[in-house]
């Protein structure tokens, strides 16, 4: 926010961000509040001095603190992958060498969900020439029907095709080529015609797997421990 902390703690919530998306801030501040939901904001930007940009996505979870009802919030510089996305609504000719170099997977595909454009880095990323992924569906090629803890990921890619709007934010299991599983925490912007019917779905994704991975190995970890502590409660209870 480039603000000390004095600042921050100074500062409503809402003036941390630009005057643009201040009522989006305050209705996901009302959600959480009256409706007592854990809602994200998909982008929203950064009241920043100066010419500096910056847009984040927000993603929240009411805890207790301190006896206290409070809400933690994590902000996830998205500024990158958001240009991209307006970069390729603006002018995709403009600027498509520059999405060719991004270190960002782009994608765009059709109502059905079929492939209809990848950037070079996708095509890297999960193995695939981009002639291979045109015109096929997501669950043919980078996409498991089902994820290793069962998730029903054919289900879901049904209902973003129904609803797009629900899954603006979404992370999910994704397979290379070869078998490998990865995961990719996407950003997908529904694009519609004049008649308002859904025409195109453009998306960004960033490897996420690291992440996973070690969120998974913790839990292992956690749940080992429980188990240890349970048994020696049981052996000195």
Same mark, same amino acid.
């Given at each position: 926010?480039?603000?000390?902390?004095?600042?921050?703690?100074?500062s409503?919530?809402? /003036?941390?961000?630009?005057?643009?998306?201040?009522?989006?801030?305050? &209705?996901? %501040?009302?959600? =959480?509040?009256?409706?007592?939901?854990?809602p994200? =904001?998909? !982008?929203?930007? #950064?009241?920043l001095?100066?010419?500096? /940009?910056?847009?984040?996505?927000?993603?929240?979870?009411? #805890?207790?603190?301190?006896?206290?009802?409070?809400?933690?919030?994590?902000?996830?510089?998205?500024?990158?992958?958001y240009? *991209?996305?307006?970069?390729?609504?603006?002018?995709?000719?403009? %600027?498509?060498?520059?999405?060719?170099?991004? $270190?960002?997977?782009?994608?765009? !595909?059709?109502?059905?969900?079929?492939?209809?454009?990848?950037?070079?880095?996708?095509?890297?990323?999960?193995?695939?020439?981009? /002639?291979?992924?045109?015109?096929?569906?997501?669950?043919?090629? =980078?996409?498991?029907?089902? +994820?290793?803890?069962?998730?029903?990921? !054919? &289900? *879901?890619?049904?209902? *973003?095709?129904?609803?797009?709007? +629900?899954?603006?934010?979404?992370?999910?299991? $994704?397979?290379?080529?070869?078998?490998?599983?990865?995961?990719?925490?996407?950003?997908?912007?529904? =694009? %519609?015609?004049?008649?308002?019917?859904?025409?195109?779905?453009?998306?960004t994704?960033?490897?996420?797997?690291?992440?996973?991975?070690?969120?998974?190995?913790? @839990?292992?970890?956690?749940? !080992?421990l429980? /188990? @240890?502590?349970?048994?020696? $409660?049981?052996? %000195?209870?």
């Amino acid at each position: 926010f480039e603000r000390s902390s004095t600042e921050i703690r100074q500062s409503s919530i809402h /003036e941390l961000f630009h005057e643009a998306d201040r009522d989006t801030v305050r &209705g996901w %501040y009302r959600a =959480i509040n009256d409706l007592h939901r854990d809602p994200s =904001i998909p !982008a929203v930007k #950064i009241d920043l001095p100066g010419d500096t /940009e910056r847009w984040v996505e927000i993603r929240s979870t009411t #805890i207790t603190w301190q006896s206290n009802p409070a809400i933690l919030c994590f902000l996830i510089d998205i500024s990158e992958s958001y240009r *991209m996305e307006r970069a390729l609504m603006e002018s995709e000719k403009q %600027y498509r060498d520059l999405v060719q170099l991004m $270190n960002v997977i782009i994608m765009k !595909a059709d109502s059905d969900f079929n492939f209809t454009f990848m950037n070079r880095f996708g095509q890297e990323f999960f193995g695939y020439e981009e /002639e291979e992924l045109i015109g096929k569906s997501i669950l043919e090629t =980078i996409t498991p029907r089902k +994820d290793e803890d069962g998730r029903d990921l !054919a &289900g *879901m890619v049904d209902r *973003m095709i129904k609803d797009p709007t +629900d899954f603006t934010v979404n992370e999910n299991e $994704n397979v290379h080529r070869d078998g490998r599983k990865m995961w990719v925490g996407w950003r997908n912007k529904p =694009i %519609y015609d004049h008649t308002g019917k859904l025409v195109e779905i453009i998306s960004t994704g960033i490897d996420i797997t690291d992440r996973v991975l070690a969120e998974k190995d913790v @839990k292992k970890k956690t749940t !080992a421990l429980q /188990e @240890k502590v349970k048994e020696l $409660n049981c052996l %000195y209870g």
